[in-house]
C-alpha cells in the first residue's frame, strides 16, 4: 500500500513563530487532506488539497502532486494550535494517515 | 446542533462482549466513515457507507459489523471483544464521495474510547 511519512515527529514552538509540517507520499494521488486533533481527542478538518494552494486564516497549504508532497504552513503559532496533525491520503479503496506531526506551542 | 454525534463517549467492557457503538449525522451528508485510532494515535480507516451501501472494507475481522439503519446513521457493532480492540473510534461524515480517491470534506465526530478489560 502507499506509505505516508511525515515529519517532524514532534515539534515544540514558543507562541509567535511559524512553522512547515511535511507529509510525503509513495504514490500517486488525487486527494490530500490535512486535519488537526486538538489536545481533547477532536478531528477537525483543515484542508482538502489535493493540489495548489490553499489558504484559511493564519494556515495555507500546498500540494505538489508531480513531486508526492504537501506542507502545512502554520503563522503566528498560538497555544491554541496545539495538537496532532495529520496528513491523509486516499487511493483505490484504502484511505492512508501518516503519523501526526504532534505540535506542542508554549506561551 | 453537534453535526455528527457518537454515543456512548466511554465504553468499559470486558473481553468476549457485545458491544455497539451509535453514531448519528444531521448535516445531510451521503457518506458515513468509522475510523479507528490505537494508542500510538494512529487512525485507520475501518468502513464507509455511501447511500446504505458499503464502499471500503477495511481488512478488519469480521467481528465488526457496521449498520447503517438510514443516511444518517451508520452505528458500529462488534462481537465477542478482545484487548486489541481498545482503542477511540471515531464517526466522520462527508457530502460526497464520487468515486475513490475524490473525497469531499469529512466531518468527525468526538470520538468512542473504548476499553476491553
Known amino acids: 500500500g502507499i506509505q505516508v511519512e511525515q515529519s517532524p515527529p514532534d515539534l515544540i514552538l514558543q507562541e509567535g513563530a511559524n512553522s512547515t509540517l511535511r507529509c510525503n507520499f509513495s504514490?500517486?494521488?488525487?486527494?490530500l487532506q490535512w486535519f488537526h486533533q486538538n489536545p481533547w481527542g477532536q478531528l477537525i478538518n483543515l484542508f482538502y488539497?489535493?493540489?495548489g494552494t490553499k489558504q484559511n486564516g493564519r494556515l495555507s497549504a500546498t500540494t505538489v502532486a508531480t513531486e508526492r508532497y504537501s506542507l502545512l504552513y502554520i503563522s503566528s503559532s498560538q497555544t491554541t494550535d496545539s495538537g496532532v496533525y495529520f496528513c491523509a491520503v486516499p487511493t483505490g479503496n484504502q484511505f492512508y494517515f501518516g503519523t501526526g506531526t504532534s505540535l506542542t506551542v508554549i506561551p | 446542533d453537534t453535526a455528527v454525534s457518537q454515543t456512548p463517549k466511554y465504553l468499559v467492557t470486558q473481553m468476549g462482549n457485545d458491544k455497539s457503538i451509535k453514531c448519528e449525522q444531521n448535516l445531510g451528508h451521503d457518506t458515513m466513515y468509522w475510523y479507528k485510532q490505537d494508542s500510538k494515535k494512529f487512525l485507520k480507516i475501518m468502513f464507509s457507507?455511501?447511500?446504505?451501501?458499503?464502499?471500503i472494507n477495511e481488512t478488519v475481522p469480521n467481528r465488526f459489523s457496521p449498520k447503517s439503519p438510514d443516511k444518517a446513521h451508520l452505528n458500529l457493532h462488534i462481537n465477542s471483544l478482545e484487548l486489541g480492540d481498545s482503542a477511540v473510534y471515531f464517526c466522520?461524515?462527508?457530502?460526497?464521495?464520487?468515486?475513490?480517491?475524490?473525497?469531499?470534506?469529512?466531518?468527525f465526530g468526538p470520538g468512542t474510547r473504548l476499553t476491553v478489560l
Open positions: 504514490d500517486s494521488v488525487n486527494n
Open positions: 488539497i489535493p493540489s
Open positions: 466522520a461524515s462527508s457530502p460526497y464521495v464520487s468515486s475513490w480517491g475524490r473525497t469531499d470534506t469529512q466531518y
Open positions: 457507507y455511501n447511500n446504505k451501501e458499503l464502499i
